[in-house]
């Protein structure tokens, strides 16, 4: 019996061997695979070269000297050791300070005090054009001069005012001449760039680049007082420079207002967006318009709005 039950129990046929020989194949392969693994892995290799030769320059500048700065006339500042050739690294130019006149530095002076290439080019267009330093302060109205860097120079400046001869009295003459009095700059309104408007008094740099910006907007000004109506700037200020400002005939941009969009007519600081939509509405209702005084048909359009805007505006190309 139990024989019987020991070859009934342990007797397979041919496709059950064919299975657990199978089965015991891939539980093989699957118990060698990571040992296997690594034999078809491409080994990796570093190379220490690089690594070696950043450690030896790190030790070559912990045991070198402090580096210092010499003065070249020709070459500027030089380091009495060279940097790694493949070191991007430059050093900034170093800040001095010493007593100066602004308005006599010259341009190596001004870099020698560390200030940028750019700033210098500002100051000597603005010197060129008339501009004059009066008082310290009026180092803070130079378009990129940093504050901490003018606050840091102004103890520095010393402005040379022009020597006084004690007053003579001396008996009249009718052939004397009469001394000659300076000329007070004017600035062409429409011509003149923020450096030439940070020349006249009360005008500084944030108030010079307002006014461009407002006579681009508008595509150039057809009137001196025009300028006034700049955001920020003082009535006072402007009465103070009104007699300085000049205005020649200059091409005034126009806009067409039979072909220009709504965007382009809004973007007008005189249009903006309700005249711009009613302009836009009136010419899809009525027609193109046959000349700018039509645009007086338009009920937001008064004898004021209309003078002002007027020489903007052109209803043929």
């Known amino acids: 019996m139990w024989k019987y039950f020991l070859l009934t129990y342990f007797n397979f046929s041919k496709k059950e061997r064919t299975g657990v020989l199978v089965l015991l194949v891939c539980i093989i ?11 078809f892995k491409e080994k990796k290799t570093y190379n220490t070269k690089a690594f070696e030769k950043e450690v030896a320059l790190l030790k070559s500048l912990e045991t070198a000297p402090a580096k210092t700065y ?6 500027g500042y030089t380091s009495d050791y ?11 130019r170093p800040k001095e300070e010493f007593y100066f006149d602004p308005n006599t ?13 750019k700033t210098v080019a500002t100051i000597k267009k603005y010197l060129s054009k008339g501009g004059k330093f009066y008082k310290p302060e009026d180092l803070k109205k130079i378009w990129g001069i940093a504050p901490k860097d003018a606050e840091r120079l102004l103890p520095f400046v010393k402005i040379e ?34 450096s030439a ?10 108030l010079a680049q307002r006014i461009v910006n407002f006579r681009t907007k508008l595509g150039g000004f057809y009137s001196v007082n025009q300028v006034k109506e700049t955001f920020g700037l003082p009535d006072s200020t402007f009465r103070k420079i009104q007699k300085q400002l000049i205005y020649h005939n200059s091409s005034i941009q126009k806009i067409n207002i039979n072909t220009a969009s709504i965007e382009v007519l809004k973007a007008h600081p005189y249009i903006r967006y309700n005249l711009a939509n ?36 052109v209803s043929n190309e």
């Not at 060279?82 to 900034?92: C, E, G, R, S, V």
């Open 105 to 117: 530095l010259s341009e190596e002076g001004w870099k020698r005090l560390g200030i940028k290439d």
């Open 197 to 206: 408007f940070i020349a006249l008094p009360g005008i500084g740099s944030k």
């Open 70 to 75: 010499t003065k070249d006339s020709t070459q």
């Open 82 to 92: 060279d940097l790694p050739k493949d070191n991007n690294y430059l050093p900034a």
């Open 29 to 39: 392969v699957l118990l060698l695979l990571p040992f296997l693994f690594p034999l």
């Open 161 to 194: 005012r022009p020597e006084t001869v004690p007053y003579t009295s001396k008996p009249f003459s009718a052939t004397e001449k009469k001394p000659f009095v300076a000329k007070e700059i004017t600035v062409d309104i429409n011509e003149a760039d923020t």
């Open 278 to 313: 009613a302009i836009i509405q009136y010419r899809s209702q009525h027609g193109q318009f046959n000349s700018v005084t039509d645009i007086k048909k338009i009920v937001l359009v008064n004898d004021s709005i209309y003078n002002k805007v007027q020489p903007y505006l």
